[in-house]
């Protein structure tokens, strides 16, 4: 009897074990479901990059952590090269890109994008041996653009720039060492990114604006159909910049950079067309 009141004890224990551990499990699994899982690639400060720690830091981060409250979710940043965000989305292995990504004709061929957050514009980089002292100069055979591979300038060069030969490398400081070095005459990018970028090789290289052309939009990317989250991010956008949320990350972050497109005339990134 006692053999029988003894094992029946074991078996309710264990029981209630198991029970137990299938309720923490299914809490994880729960926890797990709602994080929003936010792609970038954490190598273009001061909008998407790392701390001294390791840690996502920047403007895109802030964004990303801000929407994540206003949904009430925990937000998992992943770092993706690139050429791997979209694929990224189309696999599912994020929810949604936040990434300086500009919105073009054929990125909305393969993700839906937000409303617009900021505009940027472009700018070019070009080495002091080039010949280049306007933009206009630019267009002429045995011309070499260092361009970042999947960016826009690539498509902007090819339609208004057609006689350059374009030299795709795989990040933004690859190119700059391309004209650096002299052996690219120019590298297109946004132009606070060429002003940063000139800042660090003033001696043999200078910025060339590009006049007459329009704002390219950044916006949040997500997979085909996510429709639900789209407007989400649509009605996060509006409530933070009627609050003031993007005027405060331009004091944060590019306080000197929001003093120098003033002082030249030019229009800053949260600023709308």
């Not at 970038?40 to 790392?50: C, G, I, N, S």
């Not at 940043?77 to 994020?94: F, M, R, S, Y």
């Not at 993007?246 to 590019?254: A, M, N, P, R």
């Amino acid at each position: 009897m006692k053999n029988h009141t003894r094992l029946m004890r074991i078996l309710s224990a264990v029981l209630v074990l198991m029970l137990t551990g299938s309720l923490m499990a299914g809490c994880s699994t729960g926890s797990g479901k709602n994080t929003l899982k936010i792609g970038m690639e954490l190598a273009f400060p001061p909008f998407e990059t790392k701390n001294d720690a390791g840690e996502p830091f920047g403007i895109s981060v802030d964004i990303a952590n801000a929407f994540g409250a206003y949904l009430g979710r925990p937000v998992e940043i992943q770092n993706i090269a690139w050429d791997g965000l979209i694929p990224a989305l189309e696999t599912g292995k994020v929810d949604m890109v936040i990434s300086s990504m500009t919105i073009t004709e054929s990125r909305a061929l393969t993700v839906d994008f937000s409303d617009p957050y900021a505009w940027a514009y472009l700018a070019l980089l070009v080495n002091t041996k080039s010949g280049i002292e306007k933009a206009a100069d630019f267009n002429k055979a045995g011309r070499v653009l260092a361009a970042k591979k999947g960016t826009s300038a690539v498509e902007f060069t090819q339609k208004n720039y057609p006689l350059v030969e374009i030299r795709q490398l795989t990040s933004e400081s690859a190119c700059v060492t391309e004209v650096s070095q002299d052996k690219a005459d120019a590298f297109m990018y946004d132009q606070l990114s060429i002003y940063r970028n000139y800042l660090q090789f003033p001696g043999n290289t200078k910025v060339v604006y590009i006049p007459d052309q329009q704002a390219q939009a950044w916006g949040a990317a997500f997979k085909k159909g996510n429709s639900d989250l789209v407007t989400k991010m649509n009605l996060f956008i509006e409530k933070y910049r009627s609050e003031g949320g993007f005027d405060k990350l331009g004091d944060k972050y590019l306080a000197d950079e929001k003093t120098f497109f003033k002082a030249n005339g030019l229009k800053f990134f949260f600023e709308k067309p």
